[in-house]
C-alpha cells in the first residue's frame, strides 16, 4: 500500500498541532494544540458552536484542516486518511445507522467495510453483540430500538475493527439515567486497552469516566489538565451565592476586599468567587448599604461550576 508510518512521539496516540478550521469567515478552531497518550481516556469538553465536533470530524478524517496537522497512531490524516480511518472508531454526534437493517446485519456490514470476512467477522460480531448488552436485540430490526440501544449499535460499529483510538462525540446524549450507568460502563471497560476521547454536557460523565479533561470554548483550548489538578487548583479560591432584596450596584460589589470576580445571576442575583472568605464582609456590606440578605450560599468546586466560569463569555 506504500504507506510510511511516521515516527513522531510513538508513545502518542494523538498529536495536534496548530490546527486551524475555517468557514467562510469565521474560525471554528483556532490554532490548537495537544496531545493524547496511549490508553488515556480524555473528556473534550465545550459549549455548543466551540469546535469540539469539527476538531473530532478532522481527527477522523471525516473534515480536512484548514492548517495545521493531525497524528493518530504515527499516521498523518491528511496524507494516510484511510490507514487513520482503519485504526480509529467514531461514533458521531448524530449517530448514522441503517433502519430497515437487523441489529447484527449491520454489525456484519459495518465489519465488511473494514475487510472483516467470514469467521472472523462472525467472531467481531458477536463479541460487541455482548460487550455492547445487544442479545435480546440482535434479531430486531434498528428502526424499532430506543434511543439508547441505537446508542449501542453506533458504539459496536464504531468497536467493530478493533480499534486503537476511538472518538465518541456526544454518546450519552439523549439517553435516560439508567442507558446513561449501561453506556458509561461499556465505555469504561473497551477503555482499559484503547485510547478514548469523547464529547459531552454531562459533568457527571466526566468525572466518573476520565482522568484529564480537555476545555474548548469559541475554537480556543481554554484548560487541558487532569481533572484532580483542575480541581485543586480552582478550590485555592471561595465562591459563594448571594441574594439581596433589591438591586446594588456591581463596582460597589467589587470594593469587597479579596473579591476577585461576580457573576450576575438576576439583578439582585450574584456569584462571588474570592481569595479569602468573604462573607463577614458582604454582611457588612448589607448593612452599609441598607439592603437586606436574603441569601449566602457556599459554592462547592464541582466540574459544572469550572465549567462554567472557563466558558463564561461565550455567546
Known amino acids: 500500500m506504500g504507506f510510511h508510518k511516521l515516527l513522531l512521539r510513538p508513545k502518542m496516540s494523538l498529536l495536534i498541532r496548530n490546527l486551524t478550521k475555517v ?19 480524555v473528556g473534550f469538553l465545550g459549549p455548543n458552536g466551540a469546535g469540539k465536533s469539527t476538531t473530532m470530524k478532522i481527527t477522523t478524517g471525516y473534515l480536512p484542516p484548514s492548517t495545521g496537522k493531525v497524528i493518530v497512531e504515527g499516521y498523518d490524516v491528511v496524507q494516510h486518511p484511510l490507514e487513520v ?12 445507522l441503517y433502519l430497515d437493517m437487523f441489529v447484527h446485519e449491520y454489525l456484519a456490514f459495518a465489519g465488511g467495510l473494514f475487510r472483516l470476512k467470514g469467521g472472523n467477522l462472525r467472531k467481531r460480531v458477536s463479541e460487541m453483540i455482548e460487550l455492547c448488552g445487544l442479545g435480546l436485540e440482535q434479531n430486531k430490526k434498528v428502526e424499532s430500538l430506543s434511543k439508547g440501544y441505537r446508542q449501542r449499535v453506533g458504539l ?13 462525540d456526544e454518546p450519552t446524549s439523549g439517553l435516560d439515567p439508567n442507558q446513561l450507568v449501561e453506556i458509561r460502563k461499556v465505555i469504561k471497560d473497551i477503555s482499559t486497552n484503547k485510547t478514548v476521547i469523547f464529547s459531552t454536557h454531562i459533568m457527571q460523565e466526566v468525572q466518573a469516566l476520565c482522568d484529564r479533561v480537555i476545555v474548548i470554548n469559541r475554537g480556543n483550548i481554554v484548560a487541558d489538565d487532569h481533572l484532580d489538578h483542575l480541581l485543586s487548583r480552582q478550590s485555592k479560591s471561595e465562591m459563594i451565592v448571594v441574594e439581596f432584596d433589591k438591586p446594588v450596584a456591581i463596582e460597589e460589589l467589587r470594593q469587597i476586599e479579596g473579591v476577585i470576580d461576580i457573576s450576575v445571576i438576576t439583578d439582585r442575583h450574584y456569584q462571588i468567587s474570592s481569595g479569602v472568605d468573604i462573607r463577614p464582609a458582604v454582611f457588612r456590606f448589607a448593612a452599609d448599604k441598607q439592603v437586606s440578605l436574603l441569601g449566602l450560599k457556599q459554592v462547592d468546586h464541582s466540574l459544572e461550576n469550572i465549567f462554567r466560569d472557563l466558558t463564561k463569555d461565550n455567546g
Open 23 to 41: 468557514y467562510g469567515r469565521q474560525k471554528a478552531v483556532n490554532n490548537i494544540s495537544f496531545e493524547v497518550k496511549k490508553g488515556e481516556i
Open 85 to 96: 480511518k482503519r485504526i480509529t472508531g467514531y461514533l458521531p454526534e448524530h449517530n448514522p
Open 156 to 168: 459496536a460499529a464504531a468497536l467493530i475493527h478493533d480499534p486503537q483510538v476511538l472518538i465518541l
